[in-house]
Nanobody, 116 residues
Framework: QVQLVESGGGLVQAGGSLRLSCAASGTPFSFNRMGWHRQAPGKERELVAFITNGGYTNYADSVKGRFSISRDNTKNTVYLQMNSLKPEDTAVYYC??????????WGQGTQVTVSS
């Protein structure tokens, strides 16, 4: 069973920065896609960014130029550097990883709150 441990959420003022981390363990298989989704109150969960094993990245339009995703394959860890944060970035951020078979796993979520 894959376990995901997220960290780095918190409260920050608008314009500030946070870095989220998600460490994956519990499988001998490598991880294909690793990424982050978020869900704001009253809204559906949406993709923020993902990165593939080969380093391809994809971002939601709303975060392009402000967020940067990276991964350390030696640690099975994915990071999300969030800069120039806005109040509308406030949400619960969920780590998502996908092993090579295509099966996906979700983290428990970490709260990010951006005050104006």
């Amino acid at each position: 069973q894959v376990q995901l441990v997220e960290s780095g959420g918190g409260l920050v003022q608008a314009g500030g920065s946070l870095r989220l981390s998600c460490a994956a363990s519990g499988t001998p298989f490598s991880f294909n896609r690793m990424g982050w989704h978020r869900q704001a109150p009253g809204k559906e969960r949406e993709l923020v960014a993902f990165i593939t094993n080969g380093g391809y990245t994809n971002y939601a339009d709303s975060v392009k130029g402000r967020f940067s995703i990276s991964r350390d394959n030696t640690k099975n860890t994915v990071y999300l550097q969030m800069n120039s944060l806005k109040p509308e970035d406030t949400a619960v951020y969920y780590c998502y990883v996908e092993i090579v078979s295509g099966r996906g796993y979700w983290g428990q979520g970490t709260q990010v709150t951006v005050s104006s």
